[in-house]
């Protein structure tokens, strides 16, 4: 069997490098030039940062545009790895990972993290665990040698279902750890982050296929926006970390700490989807990326919503945001581990 050889692109690779640099480039803007985060935080609406969400949709729009939401129509195909990506997405994930962060936050790390730091903390932490991935997961199946019809549906179905569902479940585990949110500011964020930029995005790849052809929208358009995706995401991040650099300077440790149960989480789903789907004896080609899905996250979203709800400079942003210094390595690491154990699902290379 010709094996391909796989790859992950330059910046994805390193990811975490970017971010650790625009985090301190962004503490040295905070730091030095306080006149930079306090003129562009005078740009905001309904307490939405109009700066920082012209960046989102600069990131958001585009992985929209990849999704294939006419793939939908194949969701009676097989559809157990579907049930085990919606079960441990929704029913699953976003309370592991509020009753792991709170034994953390709360309980283990009670003596060096302060109780309102951690209540925030906990905040971002559930908003990570409620917003299943989306663009990445194509990098993830692609290594995994995932497949990719059934990639696009899986994750097609779960972008539809984060409309409905996103908001109530963050709403409800919130109110659990004792956040009270206002819900029209909620359903603002979800409205600006979800609904605009999935409706941009399916309008425009649907325009862009009929007028050129799907070829030219996988191989000439896409790729355009491929600077705008990662300008987008680091512009942000150096914006971020400009508000966040009192809150990282008086608690460096706190993004180790935060890091801890944000791992642990992510290698739990992981395993919960991957040994499911062995025990549904699904094959490896779907158990793998499913098992991704979960365990990454949609970190744009929460980085969203976490400024809309709690402004730019609140602890709960930088939670979010050390869900995405984690992200790859971590990631990469599950991808040895699915390429490792294809023998499990009785796939001989």
Known sequence: MHKQKLQIGFFEKYLTLWVVLCMGTGVLIGRFLPGVPAFLGRFEYAKVSIPIAVLIWGMIWPMMMKVDFTSIRNIGKNPKGLYVTWVVNWLIKPFTMFGIASFFFHVVFKNLIPP????????????LGAAPCTAMVFVWSHLTRGNPAYTVVQVATNDLIILPAFAPIVALLLGVGGIRIPWDTLFLAVGLFVVVPLAGGILTRVHVIKSKGLEYMNNTFLPKFSRVTIGGLLLTLVLIFSFQGEVILDNPLHIVLIAVPLIIQTYLIFFIAYLSSKKLRLPHDVAAPGGMIGASNFFELSVAVAIS???????VVLATIVGVLVEVPVMLNLVGIANRTTRWFGNEE
Request: glycine share 10%; no cysteine; charged share 15%.
């Open 116 to 127: 309102e730091l951690a209540k925030d903390y906990l905040a971002g932490a559930v908003l």
């Open 309 to 315: 709800l709690f402004g730019a400079s609140s602890p």
